[in-house]
Structures are given as structure tokens and as C-alpha cells.
């Protein structure tokens, strides 16, 4: 079998020229998103205290993710509980080679706080409640459609019967 191809980074790439840049805390992650607590914001729009970035590909929801998952060789990959010095697309996307370590101590000048109704950044994915929930509303969904049929089968046999 062949070996997937492995990608670097461009010399002197990085979060400069994103149009959205700021330094947060990675606190979780969840089928290829990671929701960064926000610390400052060096350019873009203001931020919320969280952030959801797509960190890599996203992934399918659960069941589907137990059967298949994507990566790619410039997905970012975040340590929960580390700071980090983000650059993201105005969708929030973002990868390896806009992502750096930032020591817990360092300040930006110009830099700026975040906002209570600052943007959120991605739509983060379902949590787990969430998933289960859409699960089994689908399965709910599936069992009325099973019983309307059987029903409507059933008043059809009936009424051929009789005559």
C-alpha cells in the first residue's frame, strides 16, 4: 500500500496576513473542531470568551463516525490546555501552518479583550446530547413511517376480505 502524502509548511508561514488572529487556550474537541478559549484578539472582527475553529476535516456524527474518519496532513492539532497564537479564514477554518505555541506569560500590544457578544467563531458540531437526541429522532421518524404502512396495509387486506 502506498503512504499518504505528508505536507509542511511554507517557510515563514503562519498566522500573519489571517484575517482573523487571536491567541487563546484549546479547553475541547469534538469531530474535527476545537473551541479555544479566547485571551486576545489581534485582528478581525471582536471575538466571544469562546471560539469554535475547524481545527481539520470534519468529521461525520455519530454513528457514521464510528465507521469513518478524514484527516489531512496539515490539520491543526491542539493540546487541551495549551495556548496557542491562531490564524483562521472568516469562516474559522484554520490548520498547522496558521497555528503556533504562544508561552502562557505573553501579552500582544494592540491587542484586545474579548467581548460578552462577540462573534462565536464556527458553528461548533452536536455534543454528544445533541447527536443522541438527532439519533433518535431519525429512529423515531423511521418507527412512525414502519407503523403508518403497517396500519395502511392492514385496512387494505381488510377491506378486500370482506367482498
Not at 490539520?75 to 474559522?92: C, H, K, M, P
Not at 496558521?98 to 502562557?104: G, H, L, P
Not at 467581548?115 to 462565536?120: C, H, L, M, T, Y
Not at 458540531?125 to 403497517?150: K, M, S
Request: hydrophobic share 40%; proline share 7%; aromatic share 6%.
Amino acid at each position: 500500500p502506498t503512504q499518504p502524502a505528508v505536507a509542511s509548511c511554507a517557510e515563514h508561514s503562519g498566522p500573519d496576513g489571517a484575517p482573523v488572529i487571536f491567541v487563546g487556550t484549546a479547553e475541547a474537541e469534538r469531530r474535527g473542531y476545537t473551541r479555544l478559549k479566547v485571551d486576545e484578539v489581534l485582528a478581525g472582527p471582536d471575538l466571544g470568551h469562546e471560539v469554535w475553529v475547524l481545527s481539520g476535516q470534519e468529521q461525520p456524527p455519530w454513528p457514521l463516525s464510528m465507521f469513518s474518519t478524514v484527516h489531512g496532513s496539515v490539520d491543526a492539532d491542539f493540546a487541551l490546555g495549551n495556548r496557542y497564537l491562531v490564524g483562521a479564514n472568516r469562516s474559522f477554518a484554520t490548520n498547522a501552518c496558521q497555528v503556533s505555541s504562544v508561552d502562557v506569560g505573553a501579552s500582544h500590544s494592540g491587542a484586545r479583550k474579548p467581548v460578552e457578544n462577540g462573534v462565536g467563531g464556527a458553528d461548533g458540531p452536536l455534543g454528544p446530547l445533541g447527536q443522541t437526541l438527532w439519533v433518535a429522532g431519525i429512529v423515531g421518524l423511521l418507527a412512525a413511517i414502519v407503523r403508518l404502512l403497517q396500519r395502511f396495509r392492514g385496512r387494505g387486506t381488510d377491506a378486500s376480505s370482506r367482498q
